[in-house]
């Protein structure tokens, strides 16, 4: 299943690599969602990650690149994506 095209809302979200090497291995619950960030509950605290610095799973899914999903999640579910740009 590819994950650009659901939402995320609820889902568990892993983040594989990022510049940011302290986020490297965050996990948590998608709580919210805006066009440059995504917002999880990660040990009962609150953490917004910019997409633009993470490459990330979401339940276990082919990794997404941040950067390239930059868009409202209402925008996001409906575009095209050429597959090899992750």
């Not at 999903?69 to 090899?84: L, S």
Request: charged share 35%; glycine share 6%.
């Amino acid at each position: 299943m590819d994950m650009k095209h659901h939402s995320w809302l609820g889902r568990t979200l892993n983040v594989i690599d990022s510049s940011d090497v302290s986020l490297i291995g965050m996990k948590g619950l998608v709580l919210d969602e805006t066009r440059e960030t995504i917002v999880i509950s990660h040990d009962e605290q609150t953490k917004t990650l910019g997409k633009q610095a993470i490459r990330f799973t979401v339940d276990d899914s082919k990794v997404i690149n941040g950067s390239l999903v930059r868009q409202r999640a209402e925008d996001r579910i409906n575009r095209n994506y050429k597959e090899d740009a992750e």
